[in-house]
């Protein structure tokens, strides 16, 4: 076991601060990561607040981040895949049971007994996983991922939970050139979920609540934008898409999102308000539509997004801040305040 810098949340009402963290030394098939950047998703905030307190309790401390990328320093006598000095990644998963037929289909993402990067039980050092707001992380083999060298590894780092969130429904609904997406929301994952469906050929229409937005969609892939309080422009829209997904990380209105679908359309939940959404019967019942969620992806899918994204040159619009500005992030993002992503240079920890 090592100590590591961290930043960690204490308890409910405590900010961000500095602090140090156990960390394994790698063995078996563990691989040591430097970390370089983490992203800031709104889940981070979500935990670091106890606002899933019903589903997923907070435990403090809370070292959060699922955005990982750095380099391998260190790895176990039974690693194949890694060597020191290689580029790689870390989402939002660190270990599965590997046995049930989730993880053999590669929905690791979906295992009864996964476990997260952050607050989730911690089998080597007992407690809960510690997070990528760290100087560096130990974890298997089989949930590091590759990073195409021509990525900016600041950008890229949101692709381990904003890219696969979205990448994943997105292909799911198995979108082309004939389907009208919508999303809703741009911020981390809706600016990613523009540029994904954009690159798969669809045709993207935005909502947002934030007019300033406009030209920032446009110009991140999508055809059309909506100011979703405009009732006469969201009412022309009425019918027509096949497929929309749900970004928006706070209370509202899915039923106004229900009747823009088409005969069997689909909208996909991947935001996480804390507080249930209440659901129109009628807009699911006419027309045939169809309400879901989507939890990240698999291991198998996180790696095909990567390289995706590689192909096509895609990563996140990224503001890179030290780790000391981590507590101004958090306000901003409440305030919808981020283009559109954060992306902590972990160099910062040292400073
Ligand atoms: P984010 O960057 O804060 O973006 C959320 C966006 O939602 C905002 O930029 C804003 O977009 C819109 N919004 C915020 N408050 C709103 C309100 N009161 N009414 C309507 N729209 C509002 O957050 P994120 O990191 O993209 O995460 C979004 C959600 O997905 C979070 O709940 C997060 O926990 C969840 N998540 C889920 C998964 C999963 O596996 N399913 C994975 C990662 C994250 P506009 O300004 O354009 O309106
Ligand atoms: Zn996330």
Redesign the pocket.
Known sequence: MYQARAYSASGLQSPLASTKIPRREPSGHDVQIEILFCG????D??AVRNEWSDVMPTVYPIVPGHEIVGRVTKVGPEVSNYKPGDLAAVG?LVDSDRTCPRCHAGLE?LCKKRVLTYNSPDEHLGGVTYGGYSESIVVDEHFVLRVPANLNLAAAAPLL??GI?TYSPIRRHAIDTSQRVGV???????HMGVKIAHALGAHVT?????PK?KDDALRLGANEVIV?TEANAMKKQAGTFDFILD??????DINAYLKLLGVKGNLT?????SKPLSVSAFRLISDDRSLS????GGIPETQEMLDFCGTHNLTADVEVIPIQKVNEAYER??K?D?K??FSIDMASLKS
Request: glycine share 14%; net charge positive.
């Open positions: 800031i998703c709104h889940s905030l979500h939002c993402n939970c904003a969130t809703v929301g741009l911020g981390g994952l809706g935005v909502f947002t609540t934030s937005k979703s970004t928006v990380s706070a209370d509202h939940l991947v935001g996480a308000p969620g989507s939890a990240i993002l409440l919808s981020v559109y992503r």
